[in-house]
């Protein structure tokens, strides 16, 4: 029994180098940058640059709440088409369960919409 189960760890190895050399690669790239890089600051580099154009007032003004609200709902959103995805791959081989199982999803996804809706979350106006 402990063949079979060294057999498959084995399997795993080329997985395994991949990822030394991955992380070994990131690792030397950043310390040759770091030591072969100029270390000359002034305040001219540590200013930020934005096409060539001079930067105007306080980076830090706050946004709009809006703003962050429709990013995280079109994220929420958007994560729904990945569930989706499978599932119509899979369609023949869940049959009607999965479908059921679909209509429930999208059901709690239209319900969280006329919510948010509801809520007037989309509402630029106010």
Known sequence: METTTTS????????IVLGIVAAG?????????HMVG?????????????CGIEAQGNARSP??????????LFVLFDVEVIFMYPWAVNFKELG????????A???????GLVYI????????EK
């Not at 690669?25 to 940058?33: H, K, Q, S």
Request: zero cysteines.
């Open 25 to 33: 690669f990131v690792v030397t790239t950043m310390v040759l940058t």
């Open 38 to 50: 100029p270390r000359r600051k002034t305040k001219i580099k540590n200013e930020a640059f934005e």
């Open 117 to 124: 809706i509801k809520k007037g979350a989309l509402n630029w």
């Open 96 to 103: 009607v369960f999965g479908l059921w199982e679909m209509f």
């Open 63 to 72: 946004f709009s709440i809006k703003y962050f609200l429709v990013a995280i």
């Open 8 to 15: 498959h760890l084995w399997e795993y190895l080329p997985i």
């Open 105 to 111: 999803f999208m059901g709690l996804m239209i319900i």
